[in-house]
T-cell receptor, first 113, second 112 residues
């Protein structure tokens, strides 16, 4: 069981470049979400999904796109990277029941120069 | 959305018990209380959850007030490895339309 896998672990982008952060889970979880964490700060929700074909915005969605074509995958796309998007990005998944434990990936450290 | 309030930071001596409080005065009857922690340079990890009754697992105990407006996470013997940010989160019975939202959490320091 791999759990939640995020790739890449590190990435440096130039301003204006686009890229996709990958997140995959093998636990058949309906719920998946993306967070960003700036240095010394808490996790802020970017986008989330409660099943294939269903996505919704979180607290800080601007500059990011998501799609959920399969249960397993929930990629996060940066359309035109900006230095303000320099952060550590975490992906999480869980069942949708309120008692369900959420599992997190190890994070992607993104630097935009 | 129901919100939680936690102290910004706490300090404990190694091998002593730690009581981490959380206030959630607007909790609904169908909200589960979850605790997660984030060790330095790692993703958050699940610690424990409960609804009404106190809960114990290998990591910690969760004590829930009778009116459910507050809860306390208890680490029975703090170790250096327990130094982390601890998050108290409410999650609705059916989270299908409710995302998992983190507050600022409590930064726990453990002194050797």
């Amino acid at each position: 069981n791999a759990g939640v896998t995020q790739t890449p672990k590190f990435q440096v982008l130039k301003t204006g470049q686009s890229m996709t952060l990958q997140c995959a889970q093998d636990m058949n979880h309906e719920y998946m979400s993306w967070y960003r964490q700036d240095p010394g700060m808490g996790l802020r929700l970017i986008h989330y999904s409660v099943g294939a074909g269903i996505t919704d915005q979180g607290e800080v969605p601007n500059g990011y796109n998501v799609s959920r074509s399969t249960t397993e995958d929930f990629p996060l796309r940066l359309l035109s990277a900006a230095p303000s998007q320099t952060s550590v990005y975490f992906c999480a998944s869980s069942y949708t029941q309120g008692r369900a434990e959420a599992f997190f990936g190890q994070g992607t450290r993104l630097t935009v120069v | 959305d129901a919100k939680t309030t936690q102290p910004n930071s706490m300090e404990s001596n190694e091998e002593e018990p730690v009581h981490l409080p959380c206030n959630h005065s607007t909790i609904s009857g169908t909200d589960y209380i979850h605790w997660y922690r984030q060790l330095p340079s790692q993703g958050p990890e699940y610690v424990i959850h409960g609804l009404t009754s106190n809960v114990n697992n290998r990591m910690a105990s969760l004590v829930i007030a009778e009116d459910r407006k507050s809860s306390t996470l208890i680490l029975h013997r703090a170790t250096l490895r327990d130094a982390a940010v601890y998050y108290c989160i409410l999650r609705h019975y059916y989270s299908g339309n409710t995302p998992l939202v983190f507050g600022k959490g409590t930064r726990l320091s453990v002194i050797a």
